[in-house]
Every structure is written in C-alpha cells, then in structure tokens.
C-alpha cells in the first residue's frame, strides 16, 4: 500500500502544490472577514431593530404621510387606500419628489384574488415632440433645453394613476383620500431641518420660477427655517378641485388650462390634448424566482424589474450566503453581474408600446448561465470589453421618493414616483402650487450621450410622441408561498436598481432582518462609467482587495438609495425606514 502524501512530502517534492494551497487559504480568509462592519456613519442605538406590528404598517420617505396613511389603514381601509392617501400627502410635505406633476409605478398584490398588477402612469413625451427637439445647431445636446425648461416637461402621470388604483382597488373616496394632503397645504406644517437644507441646496434651480420662490422662499429670498410653517395655498386650491372633480379637473379643467397657458406663454409644447388625451396603463409585472422566492417587479417602460431579475438570476449560482456579506469575493461577483445588465439595458430596454422588448429573454435563467460565463471570478472585466448581450438566440432620478404599504388582509403596495431631478424643472404652474418634472432628460436625446445619471442608451429610447421615457424605478414585491414576504423600492435615478438588488440578498442570503438589510453598506456598477461606486464605511481592506482585482473604486459622499421596506414573517409584520435620508417614518398598528 502506497503511504500517504503528507505536508512533508509536499514541500519536499511539490513546493508549487503547497504554495498554491497557502495563497487559496490566505484569499479564503481575507475574503471572509474583511468587511463585515455595518455602516457606522448611522450612529443610532436601533438601528438594526426593525418596527414591528400585526395588522398593518406604512413605510416612507416622510413622517406626516406615514401617519396619514397609517389612519387610513386604522379606519378599515386597504393597502391601495393608504397608498393613494400618501402619494397625495407626499406631494404636499415632501414636494422635491413627491408629486402632482410628475408620474411613476405603482405595484399592488391583491390578496383576495391572489392578483399581482402594475399601474404605470409614467409621464409621455407630448403629441410635439421629435427625435431631435434637445439638439442645438452644431447637433450637441441643449443641457439646459433638457433639463430645465418648459421643454423638458413630460405629460404627467401621478394624478391619473392615483385615482385609476383607488377607483379600481380601493374602498375610500378621493375627498377621503386628499383630505391629509389638503389639510397640511391649507394649514401648513413645520418645516423640518431636512428640508430646510434642501431648500438651501435647490435654491438656484427654482430661482427663474416666480411662484416656486413665492411658496418655497419668503419674500426676501430667505429660507424657512426649522420650526417655521410652510403653507401652499395654490396646491391646497388644485387639491380641493381635484377632490370635487376628480382627475378631469387636472387634465382638463381649470389646472389643464393654467398649464397649457403656461406651456404657450414659455415655449413648452404642452396642449390641452396631451393632457386630455393622458391615461395610465395597467400591466402584467415582470417576474422571477430567486432561492425559492418569487420576484415581482416593474415591467417597461422601467427596466427596473427586468434587470433586477436579471442580476438576480446571475447571482443565483454563486454562494453568496457562504461568501460573506460586502466580503472582496461577494461584492466582485455581484459587480460583474451588474456590468453586465446595465450594458443590456443601453441596447434592449424602451417602451413597450412603441418598440419590442425581449422581456422573457432577458430575464430566463438560461440567458444568466450564458453571462455567467463570461465573468472573471477573480479580475474585473473593463467595461470597455463588455457589449450588450444577445439575448435572442437561446431558443426560447435620483429625486425620486418610494413608499411601501401593507394592510391587515395582506394586501400590499410598492409605489415609486417622482419628478425626476430634485424639484423636477424648479418651475411651478402660476396659480397651481404644482411643480413640473423635467422626465424627457429620461429619453436618450443622442444615442450614445449620457442622460444628467451617466445612463446610456440607443434607439429603443429615442424620443416619440406619447411614448414613455425609460425609467430605473423599481418598487417591488417578493412573495413566498404567495404571501406577500418583502415589499421594497427606492429612490436614486441608476442606482435604484442596484439598490433592490442589494435589499433582496441582504434578506435571503444573508439572513438579515429588514433594518440590518437597510442599514448595510451600498455599492454601485451601472457598466458606463467604469467605476465601482461604494458607500463610505466599507472596510478599507477590502476597497484594497477590489482594487487588486481590477476595479477602479469611487467612495462617495452620496448616500445609494433611500429604501422604505416592509417584511412579512408568520403573522408580524417588520419595517425600516432608510436613515441615509431624514424624516422617513415606518409605522404599524
């Protein structure tokens, strides 16, 4: 019998096996205890203690909404009832997202029925609108025509698709609904320290609207300061007209005509049509299957849902749970994989109505084996060398706000809407106290410049007539045994999908309850730019075993996303609300 080949042996007659053998072990154990702090720039005592309730609870990014949706959930009404109630208050007591004038998803699990639906009142590009509206003579980008003007408005959403889901799948009425929103317009609300600041910060965008500095800014310029009451007499007016006369009073009664006045008098292109014509869509979601839980999410004109489910599809054959949570090995994986969507998104990703987006493809498992296969386990792949797949051949803004809602009877709503940029253009329709988004920044003016998020894109997203801007918001819901088990969803224009990404595996792999999953650090790949964007606190040997493997890190002042989640366990509901951005507030009953 041959006698074993001991250590000895080894370093006697193999000194290259044993040395090889030492390096895996040392890469083992540097990858699996680095980096396993939690971020402690969020010094608070619970922060790692989610709220609990039985019966109901609302999660978003403002506390007076909360409450104002937790009372309608303690009055007997449903999910979609405290949702639509909060998207309305939202606009009101957080108006640099929250919205009239802008537009976004809303994703509702009808329990009863055991239905999953997306209402999509994303904004349209006006019946005026061409190809090549943002371009100056010399064929460049006009970044101040995209971005900051009456141009750059897109037909709006939110109070359409408020009113579609309540009248659809709620039980209270629209003055019910509004009655918060209208309230804390007429009378005003203490201005918090938060909002303050950002005030100071967005002065200069709101600066050329007159009625934007009337209601945000005192008359001699100033800022409200903390304590002070901010009262929107014009908004609190629009409120009650569309409380009396539901979503026509908006596109096309008395608001339509302020706005399409509006439009004429500063070179929008903005008609009593468009609005007129505007109607929100109701479409399948998108799902998956993660480690046994089913994923549904937001289908285009968001790439959210699809890549979301196409990262998480990648993922899925990597151990991550044995890995370590942000360990050098985990992050390196999850960044590759997220390269590698983003680079489809530029090339497959539009809306649906107006080009064919290869949905099934893109998000079939046997699309990720095929990426799968072309990551590095242990050297990052420059961007430059990744193009867009092809998914055919397998024979088969950062001022956006997200608010998650769950009711007694396991209904539940995952809403995210916005006006694009924070304060959207800056401009307010004189008399209305509604600000306008600037979402045609959302539509590639040139194939291949950036939009104001470095997000690239072709002629999926070109700019039509009624067609919706591709968006990156993804509120979400993921069930299990068709219980409503997460719900979830974030701000941050490119970095909301990631973001989810990040919430998702940092329940199920990693088996974080939803604060510590909250609270974890964040990190960033969007294909172009070529960067690894990483929250501040993650643990510096592991930046420097990124760095070894190729990835150029960028440590970023920033907070990535703002979640608002809810999770579901057995008959107790658990909430966090994300402490990057202040004033948010999860409540349960």
Known sequence: ???????????????????????????????????QEVNPTFNLEDRFHPVTSRNGMVATQE???TRAGLEVLKEGGNAIDAAVTVGFTLAVTLPRAGNLGGGGFMLIHLADRNQNLAIDYREKAPLAATKDMFLDENGEVNQKKVKFSHLSVGVPGTVAGMIMALEKYGTISLARALKPAIELASKGYPVTEYFRDSLLLYKQVMADSPPSMDIFYKPDGSVYQEGEILIQKDLAASLKLIAK????????????EKIVADMAANGGIITKADLAKYEPVIRQPVTGNYRGYELISMPPPSSGGIHLIQILNILERFRLGTLGHNTAQAIHLMTESMKLAYADRSKYLGDSDFVSVPIRQL???????????????????????????????????????????????GNAVANTYTLNFNYGTGITVPGTGILLNNEMDDFVAKPGIPNDYGLIGGAANAIAPEKRMLSSMTPTIVLKDNQPFLITGS?????????????ITNVIDYKMNVAEATNAVRFHHQWFPDRLEIEQDL??????????????IVKTNAAIGSTQSIMKLGDRLYGASDPRRLDALTLGY
């Open 63 to 65: 506390a007076l909404a």
């Open 539 to 552: 643990n510096g040997d592991t930046i420097r075993l990124l760095t070894r493997r190729g990835h150029n």
């Open 491 to 503: 701000p941050g224009g490119s970095k909301i999908i990631t973001t989810v990404v990040q919430i």
């Open 363 to 409: 998000t079939s498992k046997k699309y990720a084996d095929k990426l799968r296969r072309k990551i590095n386990y242990y050297r990052a792949t420059p961007a430059r060398e990744i193009a867009p797949g092809n998914p055919y051949n397998l024979g088969e803004g950062n001022q956006t706000t997200h608010y998650s809602v769950i009711d007694r009877s």
């Open 1 to 35: 019998m041959k006698r074993p080949k001991n250590w000895r042996f080894l370093l006697k007659k193999k000194p290259i096996i044993l040395f090889s053998i030492v390096i895996l072990v040392q890469i083992f154990f540097a990858n699996n205890i680095c980096s």
């Open 245 to 256: 006369n539901g979503k026509d009073a908006f596109y096309r009664g008395a608001i339509a």
